[in-house]
């Protein structure tokens, strides 16, 4: 059986990967996306903690993160074609006008 | 059935406050005298009720309602009638209930809205006097007390439009409010040295203890309390609102400011008698203050040429001469003279009302003169009315000012019997003065070189135009009020016909239990009451204590009936030697009079000036407060300190937030990293600890 650590490494590489996604990529889908990696990488941290201490509560909560990722990917994707529309750009840096 | 006699006409405030605007004058007027008239009837028959009961035990107490209930003190809002109020409530129903009759004549040419404006005033004022005279303790009394400081501002500025009106107003209010703070601080005091305010039950604690022979807790009270008087009875030093109360509609001044209100101070001394027996140097005071006041108000009036000024300080100075009374000791005489004074000095002020309506708002009496033929029913009432307040023989001030002016000479203040007979002589030039300028002589042509009368003179611009220069008697209301006056001027005084020319003095015993303390035995009254000690109640503890008096011996009493039936010939000739002196000067040799005046020029000044009491009062008190005011309270503290820390706050926001919000970047990407950091920072926190 694959050891804890294991999981827990992955876990950290997929949630850096998507941390880092989060704040490089210049293209609002592709953010995203990114947020979508982060998710899964709890998603796989709570499975793997769950599984090592013989607890379905993982799996529970996985399911209520993955339907709430839903959701919030519907919003999110209807959010860009509306600024897309708006502003013919997905780049998050021309959406600034929200501020002082 | 006593709560109902203030109440009938609080019942009339409401009526005329809610509904007033919309109804005609007869209905809202009529309401209002309608809820007097019952208030009368009631009070009646409470009166008469009180009077079938035994002289001792005379007294209903009512409690309306629990009131204030903390610690010690439990409070009730109650009632009682006992004789003393039982006096006032027939003055204030009855010739209250006749001055709203004769308002309603008076008032008619005002708008209906005005109108009934008028009279709910009138309605409260009267609710307010009832709670104040019928009140059981002192702060029930001072409900009233306030009630009606509070319906003579409005009715003293009840044309509020005229700059003077509400000038006078304020002044009324402002300089009542010091005296009010002085009935705070004695209520207070009594409060703390008695643990009740329950009239009576100060009255049989305060009886209980000796007279002060020094100034102590009993002295500084009652003089906390003559504080109050003076504000509302217009005693020097705070005399000064009566004669700007003026202002305010003519009923107005009959009602309240001669007939009732103004003598509130005198009742209320008059209430405590027991307490303010207890402080002779109180009662000194007092006497010092009626008599000076007296004197000077009697001294102004006599050069004023206002008909309705010369009244205000008649009436000072009859109240001057209330309070020398109560200072002496002889409460029932100042009583009695409040009671005699309601009736002529109410028919004076309605006769100079009838006098301005006919005028149509003139009140300079330069400019009056011969109006006894075109006025005969407001001549001869109003003759009547000088006649009986100057003391002439067997009308009702003759027995009342006797009265006093005896119990003075008799209980040995010899100066004070000396200054209040020279203002009672006072008393008969000015009230001459003024029937000899206003109804006898030519009527002057126009122009005759008399200065214009100018705005303040006229009652409002809107009132009484409709009279024109035609010249008109007082309208069936008022003339009935006018003549039912001078009747009770005349013969309101036989409830109080001395013994000595065979009369019974039946005022003097109806009331003595209101004075004396209660629940004492008779001979342990003789050393509770200094008034008693001295002499001067001898008649009121007549029904009462038979031991200690008949030690005085009837040759003693024989000889002091000698001297009083001699003092009371030298007051009757004093107020005819007054009339005589008006005689020669304003009817007879108008010349003389001004040349008098030329001669005496400075002196004339100063007392047209009224003694440049106002001038210092402006110089000494009110610019001081306004140069501190404008110089330090307002630019300094208020601008300077108040705004400015306001301000700074404001500014110090404003600054901050400008650097602060350049947080708020908008950028997404920016929002999402410092919550990461935040995160990391947070959990490396927990973690590295």
């Known amino acids: 059986m694959v050891p804890l650590g294991h999981y827990l490494i992955l876990s950290a590489i997929l949630f850096g990967t998507g941390t880092i996604g989060v704040f490089l990529r210049r293209n609002v889908i592709t953010v995203l996306l990114s947020i979508e990696v982060m998710l ?38 209807a959010l860009v074609i509306a600024l897309f529309r708006h502003r013919e750009s997905l780049n998050p840096d021309m959406f600034t006008s929200l501020k002082w | 059935m006593l709560l109902l006699i203030p109440v009938l006409p609080f019942l009339g405030f409401l009526i005329n406050l809610t509904l007033g605007r919309r109804l005609a004058k007869t209905v809202s007027g009529g309401v209002a005298c309608l809820a007097m008239f019952g208030a009368f009837v009631v009070s ?12 001792a035990e005379r007294g209903v107490f009512l409690e309306v309602a629990p009131w204030i209930e903390s610690g010690t003190l439990s409070l009730p809002f109650a009632l009682r009638l006992d004789p003393l109020g039982s006096l006032m409530i027939l003055v204030v129903t009855g010739i209250g209930f006749l001055i709203h009759v004769y308002s309603t004549a008076y008032m008619r040419e005002e708008r209906d809205s005005e109108y009934a404006r008028y009279f709910s005033y009138l309605n409260l004022f009267a609710a307010f006097m009832l709670v104040l005279v019928l009140g059981a303790s002192f702060p029930v009394m001072f409900v009233g007390w306030e009630g009606v400081g509070l319906c003579s501002y409005l009715l003293i500025g009840f044309w509020f439009t005229k700059t003077s009106a509400s000038d006078a107003g304020k002044k009324a209010f402002i300089v009542n409010r010091i005296g009010d703070f002085g009935f705070l601080l004695g209520m207070f005091v009594v409060w703390t040295q008695f643990g009740s305010l329950d009239f009576q039950d100060v009255a049989r604690l305060a009886g209980q203890l000796p007279p002060e022979a020094t100034f102590g807790t009993i002295s500084l009270a009652t003089l906390l309390l003559f504080v109050g008087a003076t504000g509302k009875s217009a005693q020097i030093p705070l005399h000064v609102w009566l004669p700007d109360a003026m202002e305010g509609p003519t009923p107005v001044s009959a009602l309240i400011h001669a007939a009732t209100m103004v003598t509130a101070g005198v009742y209320m001394i008059g209430r405590n008698a027991v307490l303010f027996g207890h402080a002779p140097e109180t009662l000194a005071v007092v006497a010092a203050i009626g008599v000076a006041t007296a004197l000077m108000a ?95 023989p067997f009308l009702s001030g003759f027995f009342s000012k006797d009265e006093i002016l005896w119990k ?10 000396g200054v209040a007979v020279v203002a009672s002589l006072l008393t008969a030039i000015y009230m001459f003065r003024l029937v000899f300028l206003t109804f006898h002589g030519e009527p002057p042509s126009a122009g005759s070189g008399v200065p214009a ?17 035609h010249l008109h008697d007082a309208p069936p ?28 003095n039946r005022i003097e015993h109806f009331l003595a239990p209101s004075f004396a303390a209660p629940g004492l035995e008779p001979g342990g009254e003789e ?40 003092l009371m010939a030298f007051s009757s000739g004093i107020a005819l030697a007054g009339i005589g002196i008006a005689v020669f000067f304003f009817l007879r040799r108008r010349d003389a009079a001004a040349r008098t005046a030329a001669r005496f ?34 630019r300094v503290v208020d601008a300077g300190l108040i705004d400015g820390s306001v301000n700074g706050a404001g500014s110090l926001v404003n600054g901050a937030s400008a650097i602060l919000r350049r947080l708020q970047t908008g950028s997404m990407r920016a929002y999402a990293l410092s919550v990461f950091v935040g995160v990391v920072l947070i959990l490396g926190y927990y973690v590295w600890r």
């Open chain 2, 298 to 392: 009697g001294t102004i009036g006599l050069v004023q040429n206002d008909i309705k000024r010369v009244l205000a300080y008649s009436t000072v100075s009859q109240l001057g001469l209330m309070f020398v009374a109560m200072g002496v000791g002889a409460f029932a005489a100042g009583i009695f003279h409040l009671y005699t004074h309601a009736f002529f000095k109410a028919l004076l002020f309605l006769g100079s009302g009838a006098v301005i309506h006919a005028l149509a708002g003139e009140q300079d009496i330069r400019r009056m003169g011969g109006l006894r033929k075109e006025l005969p029913i407001t001549y001869w009432t109003f003759l009547t009315g000088a006649l009986a307040i100057s003391g002439v």
């Open chain 2, 44 to 55: 009646a028959a409470s009166v008469w009720s009180l009077v079938q009961m035994p002289p």
């Open chain 2, 601 to 634: 020029a400075g002196l004339h000044r100063l007392l047209l000036n009224k003694y440049y009491v106002d001038e210092v009062y402006d110089a000494a008190i009110v610019q001081p407060i306004k140069r501190t005011s404008d110089r330090a309270l307002w």
């Open chain 2, 527 to 566: 050393g509770a009451s200094p008034a008693e000690a001295r002499g001067e109640m001898s008649h009121a503890s007549e029904p009462k204590g038979e031991g200690g008096h008949t030690a005085t011996g009837p040759a003693n009493e024989e000889g002091d009936h000698d001297t009083e039936l001699l």
């Open chain 2, 408 to 417: 003075s000479f008799s209980g040995g203040h010899t100066f004070v019997w």
């Open chain 2, 477 to 504: 209301a008022m003339a009935i009020v006018l003549v039912l006056l001078a009747i009770g001027s005349v013969f309101a005084g036989y409830i109080g016909v001395p013994a000595v020319i065979g009369g019974s």
């Open chain 2, 453 to 469: 009368a100018g705005a303040s003179h006229a009652v409002a611009g809107n009132d009484h135009d409709s009279g024109g220069g």
């Open chain 1, 40 to 77: 899964n990488a709890v998603n796989l941290a709570f499975i793997a903690f769950g599984r090592t201490m013989g607890s379905v509560d993982g799996q529970v909560i996985m399911f209520f993160v993955v339907t709430v990722a839903a959701a919030e990917a519907a919003v999110g994707l």
